[in-house]
């Protein structure tokens, strides 16, 4: 134990940081995350670097290893290899892990796809995949995501052996089942899509509507949020979109948020539209009172599954090959400064004195609203508040800053009183 560090940690006035999780955090919701690659994080040292700085990712999601095909290839037999190099890098960093995905037609092994189930057989093996896998997390994630994407792009129950089997009872049963494997972490549904208010968001409310008519527990509703830039939705749209279910006591987050350029390589104005297409996304969150975080799908574009899925599209995210940070970077900063206040007694920066190794467990309750600082005005016109954008490229609002901040220049599109 170095003591003279320890002490002088102590003493220091809370740690000043304009980065993302610790913005969210100030802004009212629980954490900005992103999902891990878990092919990179060991060769990877920059990748590491950002990805384990709390002040930035407040949680973790693991991109494949908690996957069916990745936990039970083969029946009965269970590995965690690939989910504990999340689970572990988010310990050893005191992150939080969001746990994904059980319920889902993809990525689910062929001999779950492809067997021939009674409901008796099916619901057996379903049962113990999640005694398993949830039972082996317990206590580390803050939610499962119990099923995934159940609904078709054009508003239908998408086909799959658990749909063929049960019907839509299989919905219902999958709560209930990973409530009895885990009785304590959020239980979400998680679907893309949803953002745009139609026929699929229809169907989701109604798939929320079906799960609590049969008194099954369901906490939360993930919009995944794979987006493209310039065809995403306005920010009361989408909050609109999120209040559909917060209407019926369910908690929202975008979970896989990414916003792809549809043609490579992207313009400095089409990486401008991203910056506000991603600012729109966050704030759409800030502004509904059930909307708990924000995580995106990976945050460099050197790794990301956009052109592995969409060919010529891609640089969806809000870092750069290289690390840099991107305009969209900046814009998410901008939106969680605007709304956050100084730091509570208990902030994310105190957690860092938290036993190692200790998971952190985020508080599952709602998020209260806070209001968002204003400006105020002076002689010498408006005074922005702490953590505020001051200036940048485009930057019409004030530029000076309340005393004793200061005005500090991030980059060309954002400065911030500091
Ligand atoms: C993607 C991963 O990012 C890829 O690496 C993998 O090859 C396919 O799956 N919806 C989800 C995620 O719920 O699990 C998907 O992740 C992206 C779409």
Known sequence: MHSKTALAALLAPAAVSGQLNDLAVRAGLKYFGTALREGSINSDASYAAILGNKAEFGQLVPE?????????????????????????????????????????????????????????????????????????YKGQCYAWDVVNEAVADDGTWRPNVFLSTFSTDYLSLSFN????????????????NLEYNGAKTDRAVELVKIVQAAGAPIDGVGFQGHLIVGSTPSRSNLATALRRFTALGVEVAYTEL???????????SALVTQGNDFANVVGSCLDVAGCIGVTVWGFTDKYSWIPETFSGQGDALLYDKNFGKKPAWTSVSSVLAAKATNPPASSSSSSSSSSAGAPTTLTTSTRTTTTPPSTTSSAGGALQTQWGQCGGNGWTGPTQCQSPFTCKKQNDWYSQCL
């Open 64 to 136: 494949n290893g908690q996957k069916w095909e990745s936990t039970e290839p083969t029946r009965g037999q269970f590995t965690y290899t690939q989910g504990d190099i999340t689970a572990n890098t988010a310990k050893k960093n005191g992150q939080g892990m969001r746990c994904h995905t059980q319920v889902w037609y993809s990525q689910l092994p062929s001999w779950v796809r492809d067997g021939s189930w009674t409901k008796d057989t099916l619901r057996s093996v379903m049962a113990t995949h999640m005694n398993n896998v949830m039972g082996h």
């Open 177 to 192: 089942l990973a409530k009895a494997a885990d009785p304590d972490v959020k239980l979400y549904y998680n679907d893309y």
């Open 258 to 268: 990414d916003i792809r350029h549809s043609s490579l390589p992207a313009s400095s």
